[in-house]
């Protein structure tokens, strides 16, 4: 058996940003279903959407639209209870109007639910309480959706709150703890809601002024396209989280908000330019890479992982060119013919993009589309220029080139993930060279080595963890559930979390083995198996068979 040698850990400003990133994605990642519930209302509902008084298609349901979309004549309609607000009409004068669900939505809800995240992922339930009295604050000090102050002052007020904690850690009187913990949280949340509205809300708009203009310039003089030279290069590296969900995010929505749908949403999501560069890999590759790359198309275009794709683009560094020139094509038809999305597309899969444009109608769609055929044109065709003038050196060096440029994605993340893995996999399976050893080996102490502390303990909880919880880690509990349930068991849940969620109760936890240390010690008593991919690990199978015995044995 061949090993390969440890990936020297990456450091420095990258890694800074990629840390950054990460909590930024940490916010909204978990908020997603939100967002999209907020689309699909706006979509349906506002007076342009499919039941709107406006309706493309004269599906015009009436009063409902006018009821859930806002501004119809409560004194018409006569719904009661409904919340209602002053509203301006055509003739200058003022009526009132309901209020709805889309701009309620936009203002309170999604600013909220990110501060409250945010706080959480700093300092818990604790954090994510004052966090968002904290974020409030902010919000009604504004007149703008406030996404960017929930991101900064909501970490911010749970960080305070957790250097206020350490004040009086073990000096609070036996009795008076839940007092104490009470007051305390509700008196900083309230002046830090006070400091919201009258100092940070003017500063947030500010800033949201500043990177508006900025977009606004781009928009105006036709640039937009340029900024595919900064984010095609920055996700290959994992730096786009910062961009995308730290800027093109609030202000993708800010701008939906105003028109229906927003073309920042698709700079970074279109999964044209890495379609592109697999299927030039498929017809001009060589070797390891040319053989996975037929099967990442599928892990990147219809499920929206595209991380699948960065070993191809660091194989040869060359083709980042051509990821530029396919993003900058899909952005410029965006930019010429009016394509948006109305809400976030996450993951960047061609499935999540459709059901995004949808809003913008028919022809929103098809021009959504038309960019992602042309990024994955022009992707392919510069991509196979390059693979083609290097395609006899390539076979020549063909061998542990592809399974580098795999290491230096894992490197570049931080992390090892189930996408990398399964092509990791792939790609030793062609080469015949032999597998990868890993902390698979845990998973031997963990079910035989632990001096039978294994067979005395009931597998009925198995929990897969990953950063998130949310992408990778669910992936892995789907194919352990399945296995499961083909084994006939039954009475053993499998689930997945973020690591930081984790609460001890597990009896086993799976995870990928640069996270095995972290979840330990977040779960110390559970029992700990680490794999190399969450997709097709062998060590499933023996998990399998001891819950099989263990249930046998009963």
Not at 47 to 61: L, M
Not at 449 to 472: E, H, P, R, W
């Given at each position: 058996?061949?090993?390969?040698?440890?990936?020297?850990k990456?450091?420095?400003?990258?890694?800074?940003?990629?840390?950054?990133?990460t909590f930024?994605?940490?916010m909204i990642m978990?908020?997603?279903?939100?967002?999209?519930?907020w689309?699909?209302?706006?979509m349906?509902f506002i007076?342009?959407?499919?039941?709107?008084?406006?309706?493309?298609?004269?599906?015009?349901?009436a009063?409902?639209?006018?009821?859930i979309?806002?501004?119809g004549?409560?004194a018409?309609?006569g719904w009661?209870?409904?919340a209602?607000a002053?509203?301006a009409?055509?003739?200058?004068?003022?009526?009132?109007?309901?209020?709805?669900l889309?701009s309620?939505?936009?203002?309170?809800?999604l600013p909220?639910?990110?501060?409250n995240t945010?706080?959480?992922?700093?300092?818990?339930?604790?954090?994510?309480?004052?966090?968002?009295?904290a974020?409030?604050?902010?919000?009604?000090?504004?007149n703008?959706p406030?996404f960017?102050g929930?991101?900064?002052?909501?970490?911010l007020?749970?960080?305070?709150?957790?250097?206020?904690?350490?004040?009086?850690?073990g000096k609070?009187?036996?009795g008076?703890e839940?007092?104490v913990?009470?007051?305390?949280?509700?008196?900083l949340?309230?002046?830090?809601?006070?400091?919201?509205?009258?100092?940070?809300?003017?500063?947030?708009?500010g800033?949201?002024?500043?990177?508006?203009s900025?977009?606004?310039f781009?928009v105006?003089?036709?640039?937009?396209?340029?900024?595919?030279?900064i984010?095609?290069p920055?996700?290959?590296?994992f730096?786009?989280n910062?961009?995308?969900h730290?800027v093109?995010t609030?202000?993708?929505?800010?701008?939906?908000?105003?028109?229906?749908?927003s073309?920042?949403?698709?700079?970074?999501?279109?999964?044209g330019?890495?379609?592109?560069?697999?299927l030039?890999?498929?017809?001009?590759?060589?070797?390891?890479?040319?053989?996975?790359?037929?099967?990442a198309i599928?892990?990147?275009?219809?499920?929206g992982?595209?991380?699948?794709?960065?070993p191809?683009?660091?194989?040869?560094?060359?083709t980042?060119l051509?990821?530029?020139?396919?993003?900058?094509?899909?952005?410029?038809?965006?930019?010429?013919?009016?394509?948006?999305?109305v809400?976030?597309?996450?993951?960047?899969?061609?499935?999540?993009v459709?059901?995004a444009?949808?809003?913008?109608?028919?022809a929103?769609?098809?021009?959504v589309?038309?960019?992602?055929?042309?990024?994955?044109?022009v992707?392919?065709l510069?991509s196979?220029?390059?693979?083609?003038?290097?395609?006899?050196?390539?076979?020549?060096?063909?061998?542990d080139?592809?399974?580098?440029?795999i290491?230096?994605?894992?490197?570049?993340?931080g992390k090892?993930?189930s996408?990398l893995?399964?092509?990791?996999?792939?790609?030793?399976?062609t080469?015949?060279?032999?597998?990868?050893e890993?902390a698979?080996?845990?998973?031997?102490?963990?079910l035989?080595?632990?001096?039978?502390?294994?067979?005395?303990?009931?597998?009925?909880?198995?929990?897969?963890?990953?950063?998130?919880?949310?992408?990778?880690?669910?992936?892995?509990a789907?194919?352990?559930r399945n296995?499961?349930?083909?084994?006939?068991?039954?009475?053993?849940?499998?689930?997945?979390?973020?690591?930081?969620?984790?609460?001890?109760?597990a009896?086993?936890v799976?995870?990928?083995?640069?996270?095995?240390?972290?979840?330990?010690a977040?779960?110390?008593?559970s029992?700990?198996?680490?794999?190399?991919?969450?997709?097709?690990s062998?060590?499933?199978?023996?998990v399998?068979?001891m819950?099989?015995?263990?249930?046998?044995?009963?």
């Open positions: 058996m061949t090993t390969t040698s440890p990936t020297k990456p450091g420095g400003a990258r890694i800074a940003v990629q840390r950054f990133g930024l994605s940490g978990p908020n997603i279903a939100a967002f999209i519930a689309g699909f209302i706006t349906l007076p342009a959407g499919f039941f709107g008084a406006k309706s493309p298609f004269g599906w015009h349901w009063p409902v639209a006018e009821i979309g806002g501004g004549d409560a018409t309609i009661p209870g409904a209602t002053l509203t009409n055509a003739d200058g004068g003022t009526y009132q109007g309901y209020v709805g889309v309620v939505m936009i203002t309170y809800l909220l639910l990110i501060a945010g706080g959480r992922i700093v300092y818990g339930a604790r954090g994510g309480v004052v966090a968002t009295i974020v409030m604050g902010v919000i009604v000090g504004t703008i406030m960017l929930a991101m900064i002052m909501g970490p007020a749970a960080w305070i709150t957790k250097q206020m904690d350490k004040l009086w850690d609070i009187r036996p008076f839940m007092l913990n009470n007051f305390s949280a509700g008196i949340g309230m002046i830090l809601a006070i400091v919201g509205f009258f100092a940070f809300g003017p500063v947030f708009l800033i949201s002024a500043v990177l508006g900025i977009v606004g781009l105006q003089f036709n640039l937009l396209p340029v900024l595919s030279i984010v095609e920055a996700k290959v590296l730096l786009n910062a961009i995308n730290g093109f609030p202000l993708g929505i800010e701008q939906a908000a105003n028109t229906g749908k073309i920042l949403f698709l700079i970074e999501a279109n999964p330019p890495g379609l592109g560069l697999l030039a890999f498929t017809f001009f590759g060589v070797g390891a890479a040319k053989a996975s790359a037929p099967g599928v892990i990147q275009f219809l499920g992982i595209h991380e699948i794709y960065f191809y683009a660091l194989a040869k560094p060359m980042i051509a990821l530029i020139a396919g993003g900058a094509s899909g952005v410029a038809v965006n930019m010429i013919f009016g394509g948006g999305l809400f976030p597309a996450a993951p960047g899969s061609i499935i999540a459709t059901a444009a949808a809003g913008g109608g028919v929103n769609v098809l021009v589309y038309l960019s992602v055929i042309v990024a994955a044109v992707t392919f510069v196979g220029v390059i693979l083609r003038a290097s395609r006899k050196r390539d076979q020549e060096a063909e061998g080139s592809f399974a580098a440029a290491d230096q994605t894992a490197a570049n993340k090892e993930s996408a893995g399964a092509l990791r996999t792939r790609a030793a399976g080469t015949g060279s032999g597998t990868t890993s698979d080996h845990d998973v031997d102490a963990a035989g080595g632990l001096g039978g502390g294994v067979a005395t303990k009931q597998l009925n909880n198995i929990v897969f963890a990953c950063d998130a919880g949310m992408g990778s880690s669910a992936m892995g789907s194919v352990l296995k499961i349930k083909k084994a006939g068991i039954e009475g053993v849940t499998v689930t997945n979390q973020a690591i930081a969620n984790l609460d001890g109760s009896d086993l799976i995870t990928q083995n640069q996270l095995t240390d972290r979840a330990k977040q779960s110390p008593d029992l700990h198996v680490s794999v190399d991919n969450f997709m097709n062998p060590r499933y199978d023996e399998v068979e819950v099989r015995s263990q249930h046998e044995s009963k």
